[in-house]
């Protein structure tokens, strides 16, 4: 037997059209770079910062958990110590397939199920 509160734990609400700060690229911790997402399911898009430049992409199939981030593209700057972080951030982006949101973090996944960003509404 479970109560409510087990399964509003183990639910994930539906994704929400919001500013998020992103918190992990995989393993690594990035909240000092300040990375963004904005996320506009009316325009079925994603943009923000990547801790150097900008970026934005589409969002296709952001029903029922799955998610796809198309065409994603940037600004061209250069940043010694923010583009390990940019890079793994973007690469992640793309390799989205899913995600999970609850009320303390929005995660991105990829086929597998491995958890690609971690990121919480601003």
Avoid: H, W
């Amino acid at each position: 037997m479970i109560g409510c509160k087990d399964v509003e734990n183990n639910s994930t609400k539906a994704l929400e059209s919001a500013e998020y700060s992103v918190e992990k690229v995989g393993e690594m911790s990035v909240k000092d770079f300040q990375l963004t997402m904005n996320i506009d399911l009316e325009e079925k898009i994603v943009n923000g910062f990547a801790g150097c430049n900008s970026y934005s992409g589409g969002l296709n199939n952001p029903e029922a958990q799955q998610l796809k981030v198309m065409k994603v593209v940037s600004t061209r700057k250069m940043c010694q110590e923010a583009m390990q972080a940019e890079n793994g951030f973007l690469e992640a982006l793309r390799q989205t397939t899913a995600y999970q949101f609850s009320e303390e973090k929005l995660q991105f996944t990829n086929e597998n199920g491995k958890v690609l960003i971690e990121a919480k509404k601003k």
